[in-house]
């Protein structure tokens, strides 16, 4: 790759870190960022490269996608479980980030530990997922046909209205140098549920709720409907049958919130039998704990995997083993015993694989469930601290995003015959940027906007907060959330983007909805999926844009 585009791909995966960092905390979905990517990409190499073959200019928009998406993936799974800690214990939370250089190095090093696990843990897992079960990798194709299909100027064009657009209602709305702002930054919506439209988010979140579409959407407006409902009905309810009910509103909702919470858990357990693949994994290493040592090889899958890749490439094996070790030693520098950490791992390594089948076949990193899955057994066995639990789902967090990657580039460069031996570069490189700029990033959020308010509402952090704290809500409104946890997905209807719905502001739902009515209106909903991309990334640029000229 020429010096120039190791440059432009610098830049991008910058703008994919910041885009998702900021988008993953106002709302509670990470849109895939991969086929912007690409149509920047094109646009840039269409321009460079004009003399070139198609196919040697494809394989250049690749790259670019390679380094960069990664970062924009990360920043999400930083997004949805660092808020954690502030929910848990913000004394903590903010005395870290009174400590900036401290802040930086522990987002560095954690990024570089996880995601260089991650990686390693993507190329372990290429052969069975991608030449033995032949996953789909939906989110794959979709990026390649950005980057192999006619229209691209089309798409370009469209993308740039959306950036431009969103960009003048902006400046419209906070204004910019002498000229102040001409539109309100908040509208009434509906006297009756005394709430009112934030146009401050409007247009990002309209976007949202335009890709996300009307069935992602609906569960988050039931929430917000029942909310009355909930702290007029549980009240008299736990009055006449459970005197001992907590009797204040929020803790009345934060015990009700629990319950849908852990009505996700026990339906993810039961539909995609996590319990039963995590034996079917173990079994094999059980088995083989029991018999001479000169037989382990026959019954430990990740062992004959490991064996296998030495024979192959013993480089790979050798990078495979340092990551392995660094992310042992930094989990016990930062505050985890040696039992913990290797436990913590094991778990990882297997997680990482189901969260790869899953987004093999959907499309999507589910990061939610499969780090619940982690962080409630090694809260109760090891009894760790906010900190450490923390840590854990940073860790875990990152690491998935980083495997996912690698498959989902991996299957691109697959499907369009691209030349594979530099791919493992090109992502070491982007994770490096990202590294290098997430906590950056992260501080500038965090101490120029209040975590919990509408501009920075952290929803997926509020969430394990409190799936941590569920022990000390009162067993009754607990239960009755529970119960209606199992009513919504017997409708088929996700009980945590209900949660989603009933912790929201109004004021950022409702522009949501609206996203998503508008959706249902044209045929070709995918025509109008580049002026989403223009809206989403004008709208986080503008927001660094702001905190950066209020610093200086």
């Not at 440059?7 to 910041?18: N, P, Q």
């Not at 560095?108 to 993507?122: E, K, P, R, V, Y």
């Not at 088995?287 to 430990?300: E, G, I, Q, W």
């Not at 109760?380 to 840590?391: G, M, Y």
């Amino acid at each position: 790759m020429a010096p120039l585009l190791f440059i432009i791909s610098f830049c991008l995966t910058i703008f994919a870190t910041v885009t998702l960092a900021y988008v993953s905390m106002v709302s509670m979905l990470g849109p895939w960022l991969a086929p912007t990517i690409a149509l920047i990409g094109n646009f840039i190499t269409k321009r460079l490269y004009l003399k070139r073959s198609d196919h040697a200019t494809e394989y250049q928009v690749a790259a670019l996608q390679a380094i960069a998406a990664g970062g924009g993936t990360i920043a999400t799974g930083v997004g949805f479980a660092l808020p954690m800690l502030y929910f848990l214990d913000s004394a903590q939370f903010i005395k870290l980030l009174t400590n900036p250089p401290l802040f930086f190095l522990i987002m560095g090093l954690i990024t570089l530990c996880a995601g260089s696990l991650g990686l390693f843990l993507g190329r372990l897992f290429t052969e069975p997922l991608i030449y033995e079960q032949k996953l789909p990798f939906p989110s794959s194709r979709l990026t390649f046909n950005v980057i192999h299909a006619p229209g691209h100027e089309e798409q370009t064009k469209t993308l740039a209205l959306g950036f431009i657009l969103t960009t003048v209602i902006c400046i419209m709305r906070d204004g910019i140098w002498r000229f102040g702002a001409i539109i309100p930054k908040s509208i009434i919506a509906l006297t009756v549920f005394n709430s009112e439209i934030s146009l401050s988010l409007s247009p990002m979140l309209g976007a949202i709720g335009f890709s996300a579409g009307i069935r992602i959407v609906l569960p988050l407006l039931i929430g917000f409907l029942s909310k009355p409902i909930i702290t007029l009905l549980i009240p008299a309810s736990t009055h006449f049958f459970w005197s001992t009910a907590a009797a204040t509103p929020s803790a009345i909702l934060m015990g009700f919130c629990s319950g849908l919470i852990l009505a996700e858990i026990v339906a993810g357990i039961y539909s995609s039998k996590a319990l039963y693949r995590l034996y079917t994994l173990i079994r094999p290493t059980c088995s083989a704990l029991t018999r001479p040592l000169y037989t382990l090889n026959k019954y430990d899958f990740f062992v004959s995997k490991w064996k296998t890749l030495t024979q192959q490439n013993k480089s790979l094996a050798a990078y495979g083993a340092t990551t392995a070790l660094c992310s042992l030693l930094f989990l016990i520098c930062a505050g985890l015993s040696i039992v913990p950490a290797i436990s913590f791992l094991l778990l990882t390594t297997i997680a990482t694989y189901h969260i790869c089948i899953i987004s093999g076949h959907i499309g999507m990193v589910q990061f939610g469930r499969f780090s619940t899955f982690i962080m409630i057994p090694m809260f109760l066995i090891f009894s760790l601290s906010p900190q450490n639990l923390t840590l854990i789902c940073l860790f875990f967090h990152i690491c998935a995003a980083s495997a996912s990657d690698y498959l989902f580039d991996y299957n691109i460069f697959h499907i369009g015959r691209y030349p594979k031996r530099h791919l493992v570069t090109y992502q070491l490189f982007g994770l490096v940027i990202t590294a290098f700029s997430i906590g950056m990033i992260f501080w500038l959020l965090f101490t120029h906007f209040q975590l919990g308010s509408p501009e920075l509402f952290a929803q997926r952090g509020q969430t394990k907060a409190l799936l941590i704290q569920t022990l000390s809500f009162d067993p009754f409104t607990l239960v009755f959330g529970f119960f209606y946890g199992f009513v919504l997905k017997r409708l088929r209807l996700s009980p945590a983007m209900t949660l989603g719905g009933l912790l929201m502001p109004a004021s950022l739902l409702w522009s949501l909805v609206l996203g998503a009515l508008i959706s249902a209106i044209p045929s070709k909903k995918e025509r109008y999926t580049p002026f989403c991309a223009g809206v989403l990334t004008s709208e986080s640029i503008w927001v660094i844009l702001t905190i950066i000229s209020k610093i200086f």
